[in-house]
Nanobody, 123 residues
């Protein structure tokens, strides 16, 4: 069983920045695709950013140029640097891990999920 623990959420004003972290309790971290998803009240969970085992990245259009996903395999940790935050970025942010050696960003394919960290952006 892999545990994913998110941290770094909080409340900021529009235009501010936050850095989310996702720490994984597994030595297979480097062999998994990792992703950030978010879910706002009344909305479906959506992909925010995805990073492959070789650090290829994918972003949802609404965050391109503002968010950066990265990973540190030595620390079994993934990050999401969020700049120029907007009120519409307000959501619970979750990290997810794919099965080993699988390249996928689809939520239904992920094997493990964290509990989430809340991000609130006020105007």
């Amino acid at each position: 069983q892999v545990q994913l623990v998110e941290s770094g959420g909080g409340s900021v004003q529009a235009g501010g920045s936050l850095r989310l972290s996702c720490a994984a309790s597994t030595g297979t971290f480097s062999r998994r695709t990792m992703a950030w998803f978010r879910q706002a009240p009344g909305k479906e969970r959506e992909l925010v950013a995805c990073i492959s085992q070789t650090s290829t990245t994918i972003y949802v259009d609404s965050v391109k140029g503002r968010f950066t996903v990265s990973r540190d395999n030595a620390k079994n940790t993934m990050y999401l640097q969020m700049n120029s935050l907007k009120p519409e970025d307000t959501a619970m942010y979750y990290c997810a891990a794919s099965p080993v050696a699988v390249w996928t960003c689809r939520p239904q394919d992920n094997e493990f999920w964290g509990q989430g960290t809340q991000v609130t952006v006020s105007s």
